[in-house]
């Protein structure tokens, strides 16, 4: 039993004494004792935690989009992905932002794997982001890897700083959009995507 456990915290990666004394500090500084039995684990839980937010940091998402299908039998639609749930933190407080995106492309000659876009996504929004940012890195991401006609993107989200602090307006959220190639430019092509994303 000791075993398992000692076992367990030694795959966990290490974490270096100055990173906990900043969590303490911080503790200290909200009001609380980080020496108290509850809180004597939490340094190292939250530089965990923070690692696995943050893991964006340690991949280039377009290595998603590296593997492409040319075989599309003919199909020159729009690719759609909706209401991909995601989770971020606003790079000015380190507060959760917690939302969903629609993803769409209109295909050249060749289309990813739907999951992939997904996984851009994540691959973005698991760093310190702003919305805006968040929106265009995805939709940049896409067009310069899949070269297609089109590029939407469509995020909602709610942040922390805003519902649980500052102003406290719980419910409200924020919508952002970055559209490229033939839905920026063809006002059909825009209205048929926003309609497919439900907007
Ligand atoms: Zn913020």
């Not at 456990?5 to 906990?20: G, S, Y």
């Not at 039995?37 to 964006?56: I, M, Q, S």
């Not at 749930?85 to 932002?97: D, V």
Request: proline share 5%.
């Amino acid at each position: 039993m000791a075993d398992a456990l000692a076992e367990r915290e030694a795959k966990k990666i290490p974490v270096p004494d100055e990173v906990q004394d900043a969590v303490r500090t911080l503790l200290e500084w909200a009001g609380d004792d980080p020496t108290r039995e509850g809180l004597v684990d939490t340094p190292k839980r939250v530089a965990r935690a923070w690692k696995e937010y943050c893991e964006g940091y340690g991949e280039n998402p377009a290595m998603h989009l590296a593997r492409t299908f040319e075989e599309v039998g003919g199909y020159d639609e729009l690719v759609l992905l909706k209401d991909i749930p995601f989770h971020s933190h606003c790079e000015h407080h380190m507060a959760p932002i917690i939302g969903k995106a629609s993803i769409a492309y209109m295909p050249t000659d060749k289309v990813v794997g739907i999951s992939k876009l997904a996984r851009v996504l994540h691959g973005f929004s698991r760093r310190l982001q702003v919305q805006e940012r968040l929106t265009a890195e995805v939709a940049e991401c896409i067009w310069d890897n899949l070269k297609p006609h089109g590029v939407a993107v469509v995020i909602e989200a709610s942040h922390s700083c805003m519902t649980a602090r500052g102003v406290r307006t719980p419910g409200v959220g924020m919508t952002t959009s970055r559209l490229l190639g033939c839905f920026l430019e063809d006002a059909r092509s825009r209205k048929e995507v926003m309609s497919l994303m439900g907007y």
